[in-house]
C-alpha cells in the first residue's frame, strides 16, 4: 500500500480503470464491461470531496498537495484514510508503476513494487523462446539469461533479430544443451525459474529438464509445438505439485490409440531441433504470451494457474483445453525430493 503521507510519493489513477463521477459523493469505477472488477464509490459523510480528489489525480502528484487543495471539505486525518482505501483497491498507483503492478492491482491481486530481483532462465532460441524473453524484459523483470536449446545458426540470428526490435537484448550463455548437458544445470542453478521454449515436441530434452530442476528444487515452465497443438505447462513446483514426468504418464494414459503414440513419442525422442519444422509465428506468439500470463504472478507471489496445470491450444479445432495434473503415489523423478511426513497414499 502507498503511504498518503508520503510526500516524495506522487500518485495517480490508473489507466486501467475507467472512473465514472456521477455526484461528487459518488463515483463508478470499473474494469471493463464484464470485469469482475467493479466498484461503486461512496462518502456517506456527503463532504463533497471524492470527485475532486479523483480528479485531482487524474495527472500524477504528491497527497499532500491535494490534501491542501481540499482542506475546506476534509480533515487531514479523513483525506489519509480515503487515499489509503483507494491504494488498496487498485485505484491510486504510484507514479512510475510497472504495467504488470498496474493491471494487477484491478485483476484480483495486491499492487506489487516490481519484478527487478527476478531472474529467469530461457532454454531455447526459437521463436517462443525469444518472445518469451522479450515479453518478460518489457514487463521488467530484473534478469532474463537465455540457452541454446540445439537451435543452430537461423534461430539464433531470428532471436537476436526479435529482442532488438522489442526489448533490448537478453544476454545468451555459451553453448548448448545438446552439446553440453551441464548447462542445463548451469542455468538452473543460476535463475528463479526456467522455461524450456520448444519450436517442437522433444521429449528427451523435457524429461532432462525435468529431472535437473526437480533435483534443485528449482521451478521450470515447459512451453512446445506438437503438431497443431501448443502446450504450457503445467508450472512445476518441486515438492508442491506434480512434475513433467507425472504430466507425461497421464497423457499417454488418456490415448485411445495408445500404442501409435507410443511409437510416435520414441521417434520424436531422438529428434534435434535442427530436424523441426518451422512454427508459424502466430502460433509462437500465442504460445509464449499463455507461458509470461502465467509465469509473472507466479514470480510476483508464487502463485499461477499453470502450478499443477496444463493447457493445450489446438490450432486444428480451435479449442483450450486445460489438463489438471495429478501427482503419482510414487513418480521415479520427484518421489526422492518429497518431504518425510506425507499423505500416507502420496
Known amino acids: 500500500m502507498t503511504e498518503p503521507n508520503d510526500q516524495s510519493a506522487r500518485l495517480v489513477r490508473n489507466p486501467h480503470l475507467v472512473v465514472v463521477q456521477c455526484t461528487e459523493d459518488e463515483v463508478l469505477v470499473r474494469h471493463g464491461a464484464r470485469s469482475r472488477y467493479s466498484r461503486v464509490l461512496r462518502d456517506d459523510g456527503r463532504n ?13 502528484v504528491g497527497p499532500d498537495d491535494v490534501a491542501n487543495r ?10 489519509d484514510q480515503l487515499v489509503a482505501q483507494l491504494s488498496d483497491d487498485g485505484v491510486l498507483v504510484k507514479e512510475g508503476s510497472g504495467t504488470f503492478s498496474l493491471y494487477r492491482g484491478v485483476a484480483g491481486g495486491k499492487p506489487i513494487e516490481g519484478l527487478g530481483a527476478a531472474t529467469v532462465g530461457v532454454i531455447g532460441l526459437g521463436q517462443i523462446g525469444a518472445q518469451v524473453a522479450a515479453q518478460l524484459t518489457e514487463l521488467g523483470v530484473g534478469g532474463v539469461e537465455a540457452l541454446a536449446a540445439g537451435d543452430g545458426k537461423p534461430a539464433a540470428a531470428a532471436w537476436s533479430a526479435h529482442l532488438n526490435g522489442s526489448a533490448g537484448a537478453v544476454p545468451v550463455r555459451p553453448g548448448s544443451v545438446d ?16 522455461v524450456l521454449a520448444l519450436e517442437g515436441f522433444r521429449p528427451a530434452l523435457l524429461h532432462r529438464v525435468n529431472r535437473v530442476a526437480v533435483a534443485a528444487g528449482r521451478p521450470w515452465l515447459p512451453v512446445y509445438a506438437d503438431g497443431s497443438e501448443m502446450i504450457v ?24 490409440l495408445r500404442r501409435e503414440y507410443l511409437l510416435y513419442s520414441e521417434e520424436q525422442a531422438g529428434q534435434s531441433a535442427g530436424g523441426l519444422p518451422a512454427l508459424l509465428p502466430p502460433f509462437a506468439a500465442i504460445a509464449a504470451s499463455w507461458a509470461v500470463v502465467a509465469l509473472i504472478p507466479f514470480l510476483a507471489d508464487g502463485a499461477s494457474f499453470l502450478v499443477g496445470r496444463a493447457i493445450r491450444i489446438d490450432f486444428e479445432r480451435l479449442e ?22 506425507r499423505h500416507p497414499f502420496l
Request: proline residues 11%; glycine residues 4%; charged residues 25%.
Open 48 to 60: 463533497r470531496a471524492l470527485g475532486p480528489l479523483l480528479r485531482a489525480f487524474e495527472r500524477p
Open 70 to 79: 481540499l482542506a475546506d471539505r476534509i480533515t487531514r486525518e479523513q483525506f
Open 179 to 194: 552439446d553440453d548437458p551441464d548447462t542445463v544445470g548451469a542455468i538452473v542453478d543460476d535463475t528463479d525459474v526456467v
Open 233 to 256: 505447462g503445467p508450472l512445476v513446483v518441486p515438492g508442491e505439485s506434480a512434475c513433467y514426468n507425472e504430466h507425461e504418464i497421464q497423457h499417454e494414459s488418456s490415448r485411445v
Open 320 to 341: 483450450i483445453t486445460q489438463e489438471h495434473v495429478l501427482r503419482l503415489p510414487r513418480c521415479p523423478v520427484c518421489s526422492p525430493h518429497r518431504p518425510a511426513f
